[in-house]
């Protein structure tokens, strides 16, 4: 399937992944269930982060957790739906990641799969806003964190992208 993202430059010089479609609509009620299947394309896959050159894997519980995490069932509205198409720019997100973070394994239930503890980096994306013709009015720039698990085999896999927060400075224009 195609997928319609770019990466550009803020005014800043900061990257940011621009997911151009809308796939996963409405602000009440997302279908976390399609998002899941949606993932799933990318589990094999590895994306290398341009900054650190480290290698990020996406393992099989990508999917299920991205989408049926605690930090999910939490978000409502514009973030749910900023989550649900971020989906659409993953391998972006990861490939502009920065600003690494260490965080010991705390949980027994992480024991394997984050042997090693975990990683935290920053990324950002935007998405879309349209108006009634269905043109774009401008688009909403979101920061995220994306939580990579260190595991027994020594590799890193990309474990849930949490604490996404609409930028507050201008909205890219069109």
Known sequence: MERNISVIKDVNGKQIVIVNDIRFKG???IDWDDVEQYLKRYVGEFIEIAESK????????????YSGSKYTAKLKGALAKAKANAAQGIPEIIEIAENKRFQENLE????KNAKYGWYRYDSRFAIPVFD?????????????????RHSENRK??????????????TPLEP
């Open 108 to 111: 027994r239930k992480h024991s």
């Open 54 to 65: 480290e290698i990020i894997y996406i393992g099989s519980d990508l999917p299920d957790e």
């Open 156 to 169: 890193l896999y990309l474990y849930d992208i949490i604490n996404i927060k609409k930028e507050t400075s």
């Open 132 to 148: 009634e013709n269905n043109d774009v009015l401008r688009y909403n720039v979101f920061h995220a964190e994306l939580v990579i």
């Open 27 to 29: 602000k009440r009620n």
